[in-house]
């Protein structure tokens, strides 16, 4: 596996392997890699030749009083990963390859829709850090193809919106979840939650399901679902944040008329904000 940290060195390797006629799929992350994030270069080896996964802690998409400090980097431990699966070039800039003028005067890209709603109204900012790093990665690596995991649906939907407004020839796919054993979504963030939390945690799966089982009664009322769902998450420790049922396509809040759904949630159990969706088709 290839390793560069410099965006410029990067950039003249892919525009060599580009001249030669490879195709390119990536995978970006912030590293301390599970099983998601290798699924996901899984999935990029059957999309294009040459596979370049990123590793960067991006501090633009954090809050101030988020955990960027405290995110985990376990760099050695993820490129042997990245070995096992057989990615083939690993990126991993600095703050400063990247944000060289310092991060608070960079040029930013906006996506004007679906980023208010959900992740975007508890983390104001969030997705503002999110598409300019895209953007700065797209720019650097020139894929093809770009896998998302759909873990983070509402990152997915905001990427594929940059992507048709600013007409970028980058197809995006979306990765299905990864899961452990009971349930939870793999995440990088759950090496923060202590044992008895890691048990507790397999409750925001299992009310995403029952609610998906209400939802499929017609005569269900929709804000009913969600109330219940908060009830039965609060009883079991977890402060919630949202638990919203949506458009999938828009974000919108769902009415009896929306067929194709999204049940959306996030809330903290102890120090970890899990995030978790289900999409529903009703029919
Ligand atoms: P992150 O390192 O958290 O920024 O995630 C990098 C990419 O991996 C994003 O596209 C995530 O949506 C995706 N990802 C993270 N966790 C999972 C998971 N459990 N299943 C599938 N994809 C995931």
Known sequence: ???FSSPTELQSHIVNLKKQ???VAFVPTMGNLHQGHLSLVELAKQKADIVVCSIFVNPTQFGPNEDFDSYPRTLEQDTKK???VGNQILFTPTNNDIYPQGKEVHSSVEVNRLTDKLCGASRPGHFR???TIVNILFNIVQPDVAIFGKKDYQQYLVIRAMVKDLMMPI???GAEIA???NG???SSRNGFLAEQEKKQSSYLREVILLSQKQLEDPKKDINEVKLQACKLLQNKGFKVDYFEIVERNTLELATSNDNELLIAAAAWLGKPRLIDNLEVNLN
Do not use: D, F, N
Request: proline share 5%; no cysteine; charged share 30%.
């Open 1 to 3: 596996m290839k390793i």
């Open 179 to 181: 899961r452990e054993p």
């Open 82 to 84: 990245l070995e096992q």
């Open 171 to 173: 197809k995006i796919i």
């Open 184 to 186: 939870l979504a793999m």
């Open 129 to 131: 850090g999110v598409t």
């Open 21 to 23: 006629g490879k195709s």
